[in-house]
């Protein structure tokens, strides 16, 4: 089944992201990073920034509060990709400024860019954007997340 | 803001980035899914993994791709990064010992912000590139 390149630019979902310090201390040491900027207010306000800031892919962790069980893979279906002939070919996130605990962003999920390109080795390969971006209480673009996924024919 | 970390006057062109190693357990990789959410049976579930045909689960590549981003906070400090960027190359798995490094590729002066571009990449025991990645610093000037 072809992936329908008619819903490039489809907004699919809407929510809130609260971003708590314990989230953030929980993903930070997920990745192993023991930076104190990611634990501890008062480090960080001697930074001059006022809580805990998020580590640089942090906002992926949003998943969470998406309606979506699993955002990715149903957004797939509904592209009629096939998951299993589809990877992850690459992350991208823009940092308009740093995040920090206590503030509540707004999500949203868009289809990005759909588009065919012949393979190195032959064979059509079809990209599929996902992107994200997030917004302030001032409603100001905070952080935009694109990921790009190969499926191969 | 207190004493930046670094500042742009201080870069060299192709000044090397503090790099770490770590070799991956399935604890790490079930951490990072528990903290990141991706549930995708073929990154924790080893009978599933199996069923496809792959020898166990592999990492999500965000868990390496988010403990990149170290090479670039610990030497730029925090809140400098713009832009980050990766491109998953090959699969990592559990026993792998990884590798993350970076250097600067380019440093100038855009829409009055002073700007570092930097190359990352996550290496295996083997020498096979696990991720390429790009990224954009902003720092500050000492004046």
Redesign the interface.
């Known amino acids: 089944m072809a992936v329908k390149k008619e819903m490039a630019g489809m907004k699919m979902e809407e929510f809130e992201f609260p971003v708590e310090r314990g989230?953030i201390k929980?993903?930070a040491?997920?990745?192993?990073?023991p930076?104190p900027?990611y634990r501890d207010r008062e480090y960080?306000r001697?930074?001059?920034?006022p809580d805990v800031?998020a580590?640089?892919?942090f906002p992926?962790?949003s998943?969470?509060q998406m309606p979506s069980d699993?955002y990715?893979?149903e957004t797939s279906l509904k592209l009629g990709m096939d998951p299993?002939k589809s990877?992850?070919?690459?992350?991208?996130?823009?940092?308009?400024?740093?995040i920090s605990a206590g503030e509540t962003l707004r999500g949203e999920s868009v289809i990005g860019n759909i588009y065919d390109k012949e393979g190195k080795r032959g064979g059509k390969m079809t990209f599929v954007e996902m992107k994200q971006n997030f917004y302030d209480e001032k409603n100001e673009l905070v952080a935009t997340i694109s990921n790009v996924f190969i499926e191969r024919a | 803001m207190a004493t930046a970390k670094l500042y742009f006057e201080d870069v060299k062109g192709d000044e090397t980035l503090p790099s770490f190693q770590l070799t991956v357990t399935r604890t790490h990789i079930v951490k990072y899914i528990g903290a990141g959410g991706d549930f995708f049976p073929i990154h924790h579930d080893e009978e599933f993994a199996k069923s496809v045909g792959l020898p166990s689960v592999f990492a999500n590549g965000l868990m390496h791709g988010g403990m990149l981003t170290r090479v670039l906070t610990d030497w730029a400090g925090d809140g400098r990064v713009g832009r980050y960027k990766i491109r998953f190359a090959s699969m990592v798995w559990p026993g792998d010992t990884l590798t993350f490094a970076g250097h600067v590729v380019k440093k100038y002066q855009q829409d009055g912000a002073n700007l570092v571009d930097c190359e990352l990449s996550v290496v295996n025991q083997k020498g096979e590139s696990a991720i390429t990645g790009e990224a954009t610093v902003t720092l500050p000037t000492r004046k």
């Not at chain 1, 040491?29 to 990073?33: K, P, R």
């Open positions: 989230k929980e993903f040491n997920a990745i192993c990073d930076n900027v960080a001697r930074q001059g920034f800031i580590p640089v892919t992926v962790a998943s969470f699993n990715v893979l299993g990877v992850h070919g690459t992350f991208e996130i823009i940092h308009k400024r740093p």
